[in-house]
């Protein structure tokens, strides 16, 4: 009896042990299984990868839109913003291979577009006297909007004459009237993106600086005894008379000085600060008086008026480090000449008589000397006249697309060919297939309401609304 327990219990043993097999090879076989599931799910789905294609396909296009990229390269852009459409329709059926297959197509010809250059820039807007001297040539020529600029040409405003250039990394700068500015270098960093240095020989050069310059970009303002770097998201002016020093004067951001053998970093601070340097090293650094801040009309706002003519616009702001304001409009961006004399205002308003429909420009400052205060960054923003009955009916197209990112939405959508579009009255670009985007942030607690308006100029208008919930609050 003893014999026979022992072989069931023998029995009983191996049987567990074929037990714990079968268990780990189950194991294994599903673990494979739900892997190769996932890698499926993740890399070869059709669905995942037409939509990681479309999103990364839209990512391109937006980074390389730009409103003065050159004609081809919009021609491009609007073939392949078309392309993009046809896999977004396609993928909305289902039809997950052929929507990758567009996509993937389009990326390809995104990849093959080759980057604007980085040794031009351009003068994108002039007013008054401007004059080029390209390099290698004896004379000066009057200048033109848009014309290139490259290595070793000097430009010279006269006394009434201003002029904006855009440089391959984003940066703007204006020269002031009665300046004479040497584009001394345009070419690739040490470290692989745009190297800029411009030498002020006499005048005033302002820069601005975008928020996204990349960190690999160098970007220089000389004098006879100053080099002045402006970092990211700054703006500042830099004055020179041959022979004298050179005043810094930091509006926003912060920016590098060196002079005399030192360099030092120099931040805005609240109000903004001026540098004066000289050959033996900075002089002295001052607060600056600080100009108020805008509430309205904002930055590119649409005033949709009934008689533009005969409604009053009244300009509000606050703050300011002095009780007088001097108030500036004008129908030039460049401010060369006025609508209404300029105004040193005493409160936080001031209203002007109506205005034709258009494009405005306005600016603020604190009263105080050219030393001490400065200009508010320019405001533009558009009259546009509500016609009561309208001449050319006209079916608007208006799509949009709403994605919730927490305190704020992005918004993406289409419209007709040459409609303007604003969102909650501010006006937005839009793309010469008619599409367009926004990420619109949410500041105040509780609903937030947004509205999507598309217009012409005969009347016509479509609006799109929706209320959002701020996750931030």
């Given at each position: 009896m003893a014999a026979k327990r022992g072989r069931d219990m023998d029995w009983v043993v191996?049987?567990?042990?074929?037990v714990f097999v079968i268990v780990a090879l189950i194991i294994l076989i599903g673990g494979g299984l739900g892997g190769g599931y996932y890698y499926w799910r993740t890399h070869q789905n059709p669905q995942v990868r037409?939509?990681?294609?479309?999103?990364?396909?839209?990512?391109?296009?937006?980074?390389?839109d730009s409103p003065d990229a050159p004609d081809p390269l919009r021609q491009t852009l609007t073939r392949a913003r078309a392309k993009l459409e046809?896999?977004?329709?396609?993928?909305?059926a289902q039809h997950y291979p052929v929507a990758l297959a567009v996509a993937t197509e389009v990326l390809a010809t995104l990849k093959n577009i080759e980057p604007p250059p980085t040794n031009v820039a351009f003068l994108v807007s002039q007013e008054g006297s401007v004059e080029v001297k390209k390099a290698g040539n004896q004379l000066f020529t009057s200048a033109k909007e848009n014309m290139l600029l490259e290595n070793g040409d000097i430009v010279?405003?006269?006394?009434?004459?201003?002029?904006?250039?855009?440089?391959?990394?984003?940066?703007?700068?204006t020269i002031a009237p009665d300046s004479l500015v040497v584009i001394q270098a345009l070419t690739v960093s040490s470290q692989g993106g745009s190297k800029i240095e411009v030498v002020v020989k006499g005048g005033q050069v302002e820069t601005t600086t975008p928020e996204n310059m990349?960190?690999?970009?160098e970007t220089y303002i000389a004098t006879e005894d100053a080099k002045i770097s402006p970092k990211?998201?700054?703006?500042?002016a830099v004055s020179h008379t041959e022979g004298g020093p050179t005043t810094t004067q930091i509006y926003r951001g912060a920016g590098e000085i060196e002079s005399g053998g030192k360099t030092q970093t120099v931040e805005a601070g609240a109000s903004g600060t001026a540098i004066i340097t000289s050959a033996q090293g900075i002089i002295s650094q001052n607060p600056l008086v600080a100009p108020p801040s805008v509430i309205g009309p904002r930055d590119q706002q649409v005033l949709r008026v009934d008689n533009p003519s005969g409604t009053p616009i009244t300009f509000e702001w606050r703050g300011g480090s002095t009780s007088d304001v001097v108030f500036q409009l004008s129908a030039k961006p460049l401010f060369s000449s006025l609508l209404t004399a300029e105004q040193v205002v005493r409160g936080d308003r001031i209203t002007v008589d109506g205005l034709p429909a258009g494009s405005y420009y306005w600016r603020l400052r604190s009263s105080g000397g050219d030393d001490k205060a400065y200009w508010s960054p320019t405001i533009r923003f558009r009259i546009i006249q509500v016609i009561q009955h309208v001449r050319v009916p006209r079916n608007l197209r208006l799509e949009v697309e709403a994605t919730p990112i927490g305190d704020g939405v992005i918004l993406q959508g289409k419209t007709d060919p040459g409609v303007a579009v604003s969102v909650n009255e501010i006006e937005v670009p839009v793309s010469a297939d008619g599409s367009f985007s926004k990420i619109e942030l949410f500041t105040d607690k509780g609903n937030q309401p947004v509205q999507v308006r598309a217009f012409d100029e005969e009347g016509n208008e479509k609006v799109w609304r929706k209320v959002f919930q701020s996750a931030g609050y």
């Open positions: 191996i049987r567990y042990r074929d037409a939509e990681a294609a479309i999103a990364k396909a839209q990512q391109k296009l937006e980074s390389m046809t896999a977004r329709t396609e993928y909305a010279k405003t006269s006394k009434s004459g201003y002029a904006k250039i855009k440089y391959p990394n984003g940066q703007f700068q990349s960190p690999k970009d990211a998201d700054s703006r500042m």
